[in-house]
C-alpha cells in the first residue's frame, strides 16, 4: 500500500485556517498555511471587541499568530495563492504561486519608517476607505507579519520611475526591489479550506443611502471607527468630526435578495450598541429589524444584558433613507402598517455575509462543490467535510458563523486531516 503523506495544506489564515494549523503542528504534522494578503488573522483581527463575552479581539487572537510565526511545524505563505491541485488524499500534489513582497521578513524590524517618505497614497481597503495608505504599506497597527510590503500596483518604480525614497529610509537594508513572484510546490496528504467570507456591497440596496449619504456606513466601517489601532483611534464620529447623538442599526440589508440568513449580523449590531453606550454618553440607539435571530444561550443573555442599556427597538419594512436638514431621515412601515420617520446622526448597515471572491476559483482548482448560494458545499451528516475524500472545509467558507463556530469547525476539519492522513 502507498504510504500517505502526513503533510497538511490550509488555505486561509483567518481564525479558522490559524486554528486549524495549531492543531495540526501541535500533532506533529508539517502544515503549509496560505494566506493571499501580506497579513494574517481574517476578518477577526478588524474588531475590536467579540461577542457574547466581548473580549478584547486582540488578546484573544495575537497569541494564536504569534503561536503560528513561531512554531516550527507551520510555515505561513503569505501573499500566496493556489494555482493547482493533483492526486488524492494522502498524496496530494498542490502547486502553489507566492507574490513578490520586496521587503525582506528577515531584516524589516516593523519601524514604519518607510512608510512617510513614500510619495503614493491611497485608500486603505483594509479600514473600508477611511484612511489612507503608502505604496509602501503595513495594513494596521498590529498587523502580523510586522512587515510592510510594497505594492506594485501603485509603486512609482512599476511605472518606469526611480523612485527609492523607501530603501533611502530603511537603515535594516530591508527593501528588495528585485524581490520576484515564486512558484512552490508542496506534497500533502489533506487540504483544509478556511477561505472565510466578504461582506455584500450595501450601495446594491439603493434605498438604504449607501455611498450616497457620507453617514451612512457598513459594519466594518463601524467596527473600524471603534478600534483602537483604526483610523479614529476608536473614536466614533461623524464625517465631521462630531459623536454622533443618535445612531440607526439596521438589521436584515440585502437578506430577501440573497434568500439567507447571514446569522452573525443581530449580534455584532449588538455588539455595536454596546460600542455606542460605551463610548458616547447619552447617545440613542434604534435598531431597524423585521426578525431576530439570536440563537444560543450566551448569546440570548449578551442580547438581554445589551437591551437593558435603553436600545429603541422598531420592527419595520420598506425602509427608505434620505437625507434631511437635520441630517438622515429613515422613513419605515412599522408592524402595524403604519408610516414612520426618524431623524438620527448615523446609519451603519448589515450587509449579507457573501462567500469570499476567491471560493468560486478555489473550487475549481479542487474539483469541490458549491452549494445554491455559491458557499463551498459540506455534507448533511459530516459538515466539514467536502465531496472529495481529504479535503475539508471551516469557518465562513462553508457558511456565515460566528468566531466559535468557525473555531470548532476548523477543530474539527483539523481531527478528520489528521485522521485520514494516518497509517
Ligand atoms: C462586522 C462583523 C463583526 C463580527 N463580529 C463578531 C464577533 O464579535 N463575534 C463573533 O463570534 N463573530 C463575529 N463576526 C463573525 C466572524 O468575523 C467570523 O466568524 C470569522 O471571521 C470567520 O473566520 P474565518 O477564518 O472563517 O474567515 P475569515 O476571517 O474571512 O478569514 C479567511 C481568510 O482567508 C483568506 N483567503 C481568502 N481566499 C483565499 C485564497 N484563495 N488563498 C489564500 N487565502 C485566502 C482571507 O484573506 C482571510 O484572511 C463578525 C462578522 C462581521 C462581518
Ligand atoms: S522596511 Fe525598513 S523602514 Fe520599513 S518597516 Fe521594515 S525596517 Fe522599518
Ligand atoms: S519605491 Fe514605491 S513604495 Fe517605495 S517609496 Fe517609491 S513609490 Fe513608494
Same mark, same amino acid.
Given at each position: ?23 495540526? +503542528? ?21 474588531? $475590536? ?7 478584547? +479581539? ?11 510565526? &513561531? ?56 479600514? &473600508? ?5 503608502? @505604496?509602501?504599506?503595513?495594513?494596521? @497597527?498590529?498587523?502580523?507579519?510586522? /512587515? ?37 510546490? !508542496? ?6 479550506? @478556511? ?6 456591497? +450595501? ?69 455595536? /450598541? #454596546? ?7 447619552? !447617545? ?16 440570548? #443573555?449578551?442580547?438581554? $444584558? ?40 448615523? !446609519? ?14 478555489? %473550487? ?48 474539527? +476539519? %483539523?481531527?478528520? @486531516? ?6
Amino acid at each position: 500500500m502507498e504510504t500517505k503523506n502526513k503533510d497538511i495544506l490550509i488555505i486561509g489564515a483567518g481564525l479558522a485556517g490559524i486554528e486549524a494549523s495549531l492543531l495540526c +503542528a501541535r500533532a506533529g504534522r508539517k502544515v503549509y498555511l496560505l494566506e493571499k494578503e501580506p497579513y494574517f488573522g481574517g476578518s477577526a483581527i478588524k474588531s $475590536e471587541e467579540v461577542f457574547p463575552l466581548m473580549e478584547c +479581539a486582540t488578546c484573544m487572537l495575537a497569541p494564536k499568530q504569534s503561536d503560528v510565526l &513561531e512554531n516550527k511545524n507551520i510555515e505561513l505563505l503569505t501573499l500566496s495563492e493556489l494555482q493547482e491541485v493533483q492526486g488524492e488524499a494522502g498524496n496530494f500534489t498542490a502547486r502553489i504561486k507566492k507574490q513578490a513582497r520586496y521587503v525582506s521578513l528577515e531584516n524589516c524590524i516593523g519601524c514604519g519608517a518607510c512608510f512617510e517618505p513614500c510619495p503614493v497614497e491611497i485608500d486603505n481597503n483594509f479600514e &473600508e476607505g477611511l484612511s489612507k495608505r503608502k @505604496a509602501i504599506y503595513i495594513a494596521c @497597527a498590529g498587523a502580523l507579519p510586522n /512587515a510592510p510590503a510594497i505594492d506594485m500596483n501603485y509603486c512609482l518604480r512599476k511605472k518606469g520611475e526611480d523612485c527609492q525614497a523607501c530603501k533611502q529610509s530603511c537603515m535594516f537594508d530591508a527593501i528588495l526591489y528585485d524581490d520576484k513572484d515564486r512558484e512552490i510546490t !508542496v506534497n500533502v496528504g489533506a487540504i483544509i479550506v @478556511a477561505t472565510g467570507f466578504k461582506l455584500g456591497d +450595501a450601495s446594491q440596496y439603493t434605498n438604504y443611502g449607501y455611498k450616497k449619504f457620507k453617514n451612512v456606513l457598513s459594519a466594518f466601517e463601524f467596527e473600524r471607527l471603534r478600534a483602537s489601532n483604526g483610523p479614529t483611534t476608536g473614536i466614533i464620529q461623524t464625517k465631521d468630526g462630531s459623536p454622533p447623538d443618535s445612531i440607526a442599526l439596521i438589521h436584515c440589508v440585502g437578506r430577501k435578495e440573497k434568500g439567507y440568513c447571514s446569522q452573525v449580523c443581530c449580534l455584532y449590531l449588538t455588539k455595536f /450598541a #454596546h460600542y455606542a453606550f460605551d463610548k458616547i454618553p447619552g !447617545v440613542k440607539v434604534y435598531q431597524f429589524y423585521k426578525e431576530l435571530s439570536i440563537p444560543g444561550k450566551e448569546n440570548e #443573555h449578551f442580547y438581554k $444584558e445589551i437591551q437593558k442599556k435603553g436600545i429603541n427597538s422598531i420592527r419595520a419594512e420598506n425602509i427608505e433613507i434620505i437625507e434631511a436638514d437635520s441630517g438622515l431621515q429613515i422613513n419605515y412601515q412599522n408592524g402595524n402598517n403604519k408610516n414612520g420617520s426618524i431623524a438620527v446622526d448615523m !446609519v451603519v448597515l448589515a450587509p449579507p455575509i457573501e462567500p469570499h471572491p476567491e471560493t468560486r476559483n478555489i %473550487a475549481r482548482i479542487l474539483n469541490i462543490e458549491l452549494d445554491q448560494f455559491g458557499f463551498l458545499k459540506t455534507q448533511p451528516f459530516n459538515p466539514v467535510e467536502s465531496n472529495r475524500a481529504g479535503i475539508y472545509i471551516a469557518g465562513c467558507a462553508r457558511e456565515p458563523n460566528f468566531m466559535q463556530e468557525a473555531v470548532v469547525q476548523a477543530q474539527d +476539519a %483539523a481531527g478528520q @486531516a489528521l485522521n485520514i492522513t494516518e497509517d
